[in-house]
Every structure is written in structure tokens, then in C-alpha cells.
């Protein structure tokens, strides 16, 4: 039985293929003990959250209703969703391999927390080079003579979390064989691993009878989407067949269309809405640690509204960030660009397209930012914390749900974007303190 990643291709203009050491900092970057930890003990309850809000079809029709006039790759997803809906789940269980951003608000130096900037649900990335990251931040402390322990510089299990999770969605797939590869899942060598492009998909998989997926003559048990999160990702209809295809088929996807949609922007603002969480969140205390995480978010349909946040976003750009329908980074629009953005189309559903979210404040603080061709010098920086999860279950039944590790990725402090694969960040590991920032 065989797991499949789907995974797009970097290439320079000449066609070559490109290749840089991922961006980094030099030493590991000071975070509160208590803010790490409340990150960590929520998430078990967000993994829970975005399950069964995948799972609502009212409430992702609703909430994505005024999108879906306007934005045609939400449009492009919505349709798989309505297509593999209507004809019966072929594979009631999904594998989600979460992580959900924070950043530690100080705006209010006596009340320092931590507030979700989003949750990624497709190609949650740099879990593994966090992983190893620990190890170097460990040397670079013991060249300078900075004494620590582990408690402060801890290890970080995100890749095998995520392999474990990867793994048991494997094993529940429920037809297990052992089938030696050339590459294969370190925790179970008989899992063989193949990746292949969504053209690959489409011009050499199949579906059988009963909807299995088989690629090259394997059957494949899992699919895990690197790609497949930006319009970019599906230039012609061949790649939207392929998706499709994956969809319809027997095997686990992480994530399926369910979660994908689950995790978009607008659902996270109509999540933070009142008497939402608690629609699918019945224990109090579950609520009260995600409830804390929340900032305020606004809707910017064309209506009043949407007109009441467009004013706020007009009015006061610099609190704010406005958010379209996009995950990776270089999508978002800041201070002046949100004014001239909602003046532009003030009149224009082009707005139902986007959130206002209003903007976390973190405390800079100095490192040093390793990046392919730039020179190192001590900056004025500010750090984005990641939380790990893992969630498989179907409609009406919890499989798994754990939490797995972390992420931190730093910036320069003017710098408004933080996506690491868009060069605005470096990756980073947290340097656990007992007292506030």
C-alpha cells in the first residue's frame, strides 16, 4: 500500500531546477513560558473545532456564500466539495495535519497573550526543518558560553507527529501489506512513498471499480497535498481533474475538500463571531481557551455590514490587515493599500472576497537573520509561533487528535508579510522564558 504527495516543482528561468538553504536565525528567539503553553493546551480544541465545522455543510454554505460570488478559485474547490458530496463520500475518514500561528500581543503590557493569527489546514509547513533547527540553535548557544537546559530549548517531535499521524492514517486505510520501496516512511518501511505533480495525477491515475486510486499500478492509501493551495497550482483544467479525481477516490486526503474550505479565511472570520464556537464547542472551558486566542473580524460583504468594516478599515488602516481567500504568504494588504483597496471598490462585491482582521501587536526583539544572499546583521525582529496537530476522524467518530510539536518563524520588524517560502521570514526555534516579555 502506498502514500502519495502531491508536490509542485521550483524551477529557474532556464529550466533548472533551483536549489538555497531555507532561511534561518542564528540564535533561538525569547518566548514567554506561559504564552507557549496556553498555544499548545488550545490545541487540541482547535483540531476539534475545524473537524466539525468541516462537517457542517450549512454552516461552510452559509459562510461562503457571499465568496463564492467573486472568487473563482474558492469557486474552483466549492465545486469538487459540491460534486463529491452529492455523489456520496467514497472515504469517510480525512487525516489533518494542522498548525495554528499565534503571535503574543503586548499592545497591553499588563496583559501579555497569545492571539491566532490563522489556522493552516493544506501544506502546513516547516515542521521538519523546525525539528532539526533545535539541534543547531543548541551549538550556536554552547559557541557563545549561554548556558541553558532543555526545558528552555526544547526538542521539537513535529515530523515525527506528523509521520505518526500520516502513518496511522495508513494503517486505518485498512488494507495493509508490506511493499518495500526505494523511498518509504522511516516508521514503517513497507509504507512506500511516491510523489507526483496534479499532472501526473491526471494523466496516470486511475480510479477502479470501487474508487480505489491506483497510480503507476500502486494502490494508494493516503495523499498528502504539498500543493494545491494557490491558483497558481491549477493554470488549466487538468489539474483541477486531478484534484477532483483524488477527492472522489478511496484513499485518506489530508486535507480533503472539507478541511481545505474549513480553513479559509472567511470561515475564521464567521468563526469568531458570537455564539459560533459554541455551536460546535460544548464544554465551557474548551471555548474560554479558544475564545482567548480570538482578535476582533470583520466582514467586508457588500452590505451594511460589511460597509460598518470597511469603514473601520478606511478609517484606521494601520489596526488592521485585510485578508483575502489565500494561504502562503504575499497575499495580505496593509496600512494605506487597505484604504485605497476599500476606496477602490467601496461599491463592489469584489469585497465579499476579503476579511478585516484586526492587527496583532508582538514586542521586537534582536537576533540575527540567515538568509541565501543577504548580509547578517543583529535586527530589530518580531516571531510568529506555530502549534502542530494531528486529527483524523470522519462525520461521527474521533480517530485521533494530538497535538505535535511547534514552529517559530521570524521577521524583520518592518516587514508586514511572514510567510517563510515567500522569503519574508527565517525559521526559528523558541527560547522558553519564566518572565514577561
Known amino acids: 500500500m502506498t502514500g502519495i504527495c502531491m508536490q509542485s516543482e521550483q524551477r529557474g528561468q532556464d529550466g533548472t531546477m533551483l536549489a538555497q538553504h531555507f532561511p534561518f536565525t542564528l540564535f533561538p528567539s525569547v518566548v514567554p513560558r506561559t504564552c507557549f503553553q496556553e498555544a499548545v493546551d488550545c490545541m487540541l480544541d482547535f483540531n476539534t473545532l475545524i473537524h466539525k465545522v468541516a462537517h457542517d455543510h450549512n454552516f461552510l454554505e452559509n459562510a461562503l456564500k457571499n465568496v463564492l460570488e467573486v472568487d473563482e478559485f474558492t469557486q474552483g474547490l466549492w ?10 463520500y467514497t472515504q469517510p475518514l480525512s487525516l489533518g495535519l494542522f498548525r495554528n500561528d499565534f503571535m503574543i500581543d503586548v499592545q497591553d503590557p499588563d496583559h501579555v497573550q497569545i492571539k491566532q493569527v490563522e489556522i493552516n489546514t493544506i501544506a502546513a509547513g516547516a515542521g521538519s526543518l523546525g525539528s532539526l533547527l533545535v539541534y543547531l540553535h543548541r551549538l550556536t548557544l554552547d559557541m557563545i558560553g549561554k548556558h541553558y ?11 515525527l507527529g506528523a509521520a505518526w499521524g500520516l502513518l496511522k492514517a495508513w494503517e486505518l486505510y485498512g488494507r495493509k501489506q508490506t511493499d518495500p520501496g526505494v523511498q518509504s516512511l522511516s516508521l514503517n518501511p513497507g509504507v512506500r512513498v511516491l510523489r507526483r505533480t496534479y499532472l501526473d495525477i491526471y494523466n496516470g491515475a486511475s480510479l477502479t471499480e470501487d474508487r480505489r486510486l491506483v497510480v503507476d499500478g500502486d494502490e494508494v492509501a493516503v495523499v498528502y497535498l504539498r500543493a494545491g493551495y494557490a491558483p497558481n497550482d491549477f493554470p488549466t483544467h487538468k489539474e483541477w481533474d486531478a484534484r477532483l479525481k483524488l477527492e472522489r477516490s478511496m484513499a485518506i486526503k489530508c486535507p480533503s475538500i472539507q478541511y481545505h474550505l474549513a480553513g479559509l479565511k472567511k470561515i475564521q472570520q464567521v468563526i469568531s463571531q458570537p455564539g459560533s464556537v ?3 464547542i460544548k464544554d465551557p472551558a474548551a471555548v474560554k481557551r479558544i475564545r482567548a486566542t480570538f482578535v476582533k473580524q470583520y466582514s467586508l460583504d457588500l452590505g451594511p455590514e460589511g460597509d460598518k468594516g470597511a469603514e473601520l478599515g478606511k478609517t484606521h488602516p494601520g489596526m488592521y490587515v485585510l485578508k483575502p481567500q489565500r494561504e502562503g504568504g504575499g497575499h495580505n494588504l496593509y496600512g494605506n493599500d487597505i484604504r485605497e483597496f476599500l476606496e477602490t471598490h467601496q461599491n463592489s462585491t469584489e469585497r465579499n472576497a476579503y476579511i478585516l482582521m484586526e492587527r496583532i501587536f508582538p514586542k521586537a526583539h534582536k537576533n540575527y537573520l540567515v538568509t541565501p544572499g543577504r548580509p547578517s546583521a543583529l535586527s530589530d525582529v518580531t516571531s ?9 476522524g470522519s462525520a461521527t467518530e474521533e480517530k485521533i487528535n494530538m497535538q505535535c510539536g511547534h514552529m517559530l518563524r521570524t521577521k524583520l520588524l518592518e516587514t508586514d508579510e511572514g510567510g517563510l517560502c515567500t522569503g519574508h521570514a527565517c525559521l526559528d526555534s523558541p527560547f522558553l522564558v519564566n518572565d514577561e516579555l
Open 79 to 88: 465545486k469538487i466539495y459540491t460534486q463529491v458530496r452529492e455523489e456520496g
Open 149 to 159: 537546559d532543555k526545558e528552555e530549548v526544547q526538542d521539537n517531535d513535529a515530523s
Open 278 to 280: 459554541e455551536k460546535f
Open 384 to 392: 510568529e509561533l506555530g502549534i502542530f496537530g494531528v486529527y483524523i
